[in-house]
């Protein structure tokens, strides 16, 4: 069974920066897809970012464009997010997911497996 656990989340001042990582077990990584959402309280789950198979192909939800890098590492079943220059409203409980469909997708419905989340909080 597919199991997924984030951890490198925690409390990080405004402009600072984590690496969140996505630890996948249970199957064969480098056939899923791997995105990364976050979730505010009382507000949807968000797409932050997503990477394709091989990790010839990524995509960013614009408020974070250019400041958070999705890489995947397959050989270490593996996927991470790197976040810089973060800010306070990047505060979120931050999701990964796994997807053997789509390339890539920003649909969270279309994700097959999920972790159970690591909080990151940004101070100001």
């Known amino acids: 069974q597919v199991q997924l656990v984030e951890s490198g989340g925690g409390l990080v001042q405004a402009g600072g920066s984590l690496r969140l990582s996505c630890a996948y077990s249970?199957?064969?990584?480098?056939?899923?897809?791997m995105g990364w959402f976050r979730q505010e309280p009382g507000k949807e789950r968000e797409f932050v970012a997503t990477?394709?198979?091989?990790?010839?192909?990524?995509d960013y939800a614009d408020s974070v464009k250019g400041r958070f890098t999705i890489s995947r590492d397959n050989t270490r079943n593996t996927a991470y997010l790197r976040m810089n220059s973060l800010k306070p409203e990047d505060t979120a409980v931050y999701y990964c997911?796994?997807?053997?469909?789509?390339?890539?997708?920003?649909?969270?419905?279309?994700?097959?497996?999920w972790g159970q989340g690591t909080q990151v909080t940004v101070s100001s």
């Open positions: 990477i394709s198979r091989n990790g010839a192909s990524t």
């Open positions: 997911a796994a997807d053997r469909t789509f390339l890539t997708t920003k649909v969270a419905e279309r994700y097959d497996y």
């Open positions: 249970g199957g064969t990584f480098s056939s899923y897809a």
